[in-house]
C-alpha cells in the first residue's frame, strides 16, 4: 500500500452502532495513529463517548450535526499541520490562550464589535502559531453555538487541534446547551488550569 | 406503569405508584411481606459469577425495604440448544450461594428455552410493618450514606471494549456482594429512607427519594465512592448509553462548576447490584459508619445531605 493511500482522509461509519461499539472502533482505528479521521454516528451516546474518547486520545476534535447524523473530524494534536503550508500548528504548552468573556469585541458600538470578532478570529488562523486554547465564558458562549457568524472559523481551530472550551454553566444561563456546535463543555476548574499552565493568557 | 389502573387495597403499603423497590403487602399486626422479582443477560463472562450478581441484584431490592429474605424462586432463560448444560447449573450454583448467604431458602424456580440467557430471583421477604423503609422518608437535616462505590454501567463498558481489566474484576466483585450486612447494620438506627442503586444511576435514585421525600438533596461530588478505573474510563467516553438517558432526565440536577465532566457523568451511570442510600439524621452518621465499616461494609461512605424542605431540587459540589 502506498504512503498516499494511507495518508487519505479515513472515514468511519458507525452509524447504527450501540455504545460502546464506536469507541471501540475508533480506538481501532486511531491505533493505526492517522493524521485525520472523520467519524460517523447517528445518536448522542456515540457522539459524546467518541468525543470523549479522541480528546483523551490527543485528538482535536470538531463536530457537524446533519439531519439527526454526527460528523466527528478527529485531528491529531501532535501531528496538525497546516495542510497549505506543510508547517506544524502543534498547540504546544508555549502556545498563548484566550480568554474570551464577550460575544463582540472591544466596547463602544456592539455592531462594530461583532464585525471586528469575525475578523479577529478569521485572522487568527492566519497566525504562524495557532492559539492552544480558546476559552469561551459568558456571553462568549454564543460564539460557539449553531447560529454563531464565527462558527466556521473556529469549526476550523478545532480541526486544527485547538482546544475550545465552553464555559457550561454559560451555555446554561442562556440556555445554548442544546445549540452548542463546536468545542467541549468545560467548568471553572478546567479553565483555571489552562489559564494557570506555562505560556501567555490573551484576555479579551 | 403509570397507565395501568391503580390498586386500592388497604394492605398494600408499597404498591407500585411511588417507584419504590419492592411491594410490600401486610399480612397482620407483626409481619409484612415483601415481594420483588428482577432479571438480566449476563454482564460478565463467568457464569456461576453472573449468577451471583444476579442473585445479590434482586436480593437487594428486601435489603432495601428494610426487610429480610426468606425465600427465592429462579427465574431463567436459557438457549439449550446452543450452551451446554454445565453453564446453567454454574449459573444456578452461584445464585444458590448468594441465596444461601442471604440466610433465604430456595424453594424451585421456572427455565425456559430462548436465544440468549437471562437470570435472576423472585425474593420474598418479611419485616415489621412499622420498620418497612421506603424512599419517603427523608427529613431536613439528614445525612445520605451510600454503601457501595459506583461505576459499573461503565466498567461493563469498558469490559465489552477489553479495556480497564482491574476495573472489571473490582466491579464484579462489588456486584456481587450482598447488601445484607448494610441492612442488619441499618436494623439497628433510626434511619428515615433508603433505596437500592440500580438502572437510574446514583442522582436518578436520590431523585426519586428526594421528590418522594419533598426535600432537596445535597451531594459531595469528592466523598463519592468510585469503583478503580472508573474514573478513566469515563473520561475515554466508556459510557453506556443508559447514563445519557438518565442525565437527559435529570436536567434539573445543578452541578458546581468545579465537578469534572467525567465524574459528572459517573454520577449518572446505571448501576448493578449498586449499594444502599441511606438517609439518616446527622448526628447517627459516624456511629452508622463505624459499624458498617466493621461489619464488611469498607467503602461505606457519607456523601451527602438533606439541605430542606422542598421539590426534589438536588445540587452536586
Known amino acids: 500500500m502506498s504512503n498516499e493511500l494511507k495518508s487519505k482522509l479515513v472515514e468511519l461509519n458507525c452509524q447504527g452502532l450501540a455504545c460502546p461499539q464506536p469507541v471501540i472502533m475508533t480506538k481501532k482505528a486511531l491505533e493505526q495513529k492517522p493524521a485525520e479521521i472523520t467519524v460517523l454516528v447517528d445518536n448522542l451516546a456515540a457522539k459524546e463517548n467518541v468525543a470523549k474518547f479522541a480528546a483523551s486520545s490527543g485528538y482535536g476534535v470538531s463536530i457537524e450535526n446533519a439531519d439527526g447524523i454526527y460528523r466527528l473530524n478527529l485531528l491529531a494534536k501532535q501531528t496538525a499541520v497546516n495542510i497549505a503550508t506543510g508547517k506544524e500548528l502543534a498547540a504546544d504548552a508555549e502556545a498563548p490562550a484566550i480568554l474570551l468573556g464577550r460575544n463582540t469585541l472591544g466596547t463602544g458600538s456592539e455592531e462594530l464589535g461583532a464585525i471586528l470578532m469575525k475578523s479577529f478570529f478569521v485572522s487568527l488562523l492566519e497566525l504562524p502559531q495557532l492559539p492552544r486554547a480558546v476559552m469561551l465564558i459568558n456571553s462568549g458562549v454564543y460564539l460557539a453555538a449553531t447560529d454563531s457568524p464565527v462558527l466556521p472559523p473556529l469549526q476550523e481551530l478545532s480541526r486544527r487541534g485547538v482546544a475550545i472550551m465552553v464555559c457550561g454553566t454559560c451555555l446554561d444561563y442562556f440556555s445554548l446547551k442544546e445549540k452548542l456546535a463546536v468545542g467541549e463543555v468545560t467548568n471553572m476548574y478546567s479553565i483555571l488550569s489552562e489559564l494557570t499552565k506555562a505560556g501567555n493568557t490573551i484576555t479579551l | ?317
Request: aromatic share 6%; glycine share 10%.
Open chain 2, 1 to 317: 406503569m403509570a397507565k395501568l389502573p391503580q390498586i386500592h387495597d388497604p394492605r398494600l403499603l408499597v404498591g407500585i405508584d411511588t417507584a419504590d423497590d419492592a411491594g410490600v403487602y401486610l399480612l397482620n399486626e407483626e409481619t409484612a411481606l415483601i415481594q420483588t422479582l428482577d432479571f438480566f443477560t449476563p454482564i460478565v463472562d463467568d457464569p456461576y459469577l453472573f449468577g451471583q450478581i444476579a442473585a445479590a441484584n434482586s436480593l437487594s431490592d428486601v435489603y432495601a425495604m428494610g426487610g429480610k429474605p426468606l425465600t427465592a424462586m429462579n427465574i431463567v432463560t436459557f438457549p439449550v440448544c446452543k450452551l451446554s448444560a454445565e453453564v446453567l447449573l454454574a449459573i444456578l450454583s452461584g445464585g444458590q450461594q448468594k441465596i444461601a448467604e442471604a440466610g433465604a431458602v430456595m424453594v424451585g424456580g421456572h427455565t425456559i428455552d430462548d436465544d440468549e440467557p437471562k437470570y435472576g430471583l423472585s425474593v420474598t421477604g418479611v419485616a415489621h410493618p412499622a420498620k418497612i423503609l421506603t424512599n419517603a422518608g427523608a427529613r431536613p437535616g439528614d445525612v445520605l450514606v451510600l454503601t457501595k462505590a459506583i461505576g459499573t454501567g461503565v466498567l461493563y463498558t469498558a469490559l465489552r471494549a477489553e479495556l480497564f481489566p482491574q476495573g472489571v474484576a473490582a466491579a464484579a466483585q462489588s456486584m456481587a456482594q450482598l447488601n445484607r450486612y448494610a441492612a442488619e447494620v441499618m436494623a439497628h438506627y433510626p434511619v428515615h429512607a433508603c433505596t437500592d442503586i440500580t438502572g437510574f444511576g446514583l442522582l436518578g435514585h436520590a431523585y426519586e427519594m428526594a421528590s418522594a421525600s419533598e426535600v432537596d438533596l445535597e451531594f459531595d461530588s469528592r466523598a463519592i465512592p468510585l469503583l478503580p478505573e472508573a474514573a478513566e474510563a469515563a473520561e475515554m467516553g466508556l459510557i453506556p448509553a443508559g447514563a445519557y438517558a438518565n442525565r437527559e432526565y435529570l436536567k434539573s440536577v445543578e452541578f458546581h462548576s468545579a465537578v469534572p465532566v467525567n465524574l459528572q457523568d459517573l454520577l449518572f451511570d446505571p448501576q448493578t447490584s449498586g449499594g444502599l442510600l441511606i438517609s439518616l439524621p446527622g448526628c447517627e452518621a459516624s456511629g452508622f459508619l463505624q459499624q458498617a465499616r466493621a461489619a464488611g461494609v469498607l467503602v461505606a461512605a457519607c456523601i451527602g445531605s438533606v439541605t430542606g424542605k422542598g421539590t426534589g431540587k438536588i445540587h452536586v459540589k
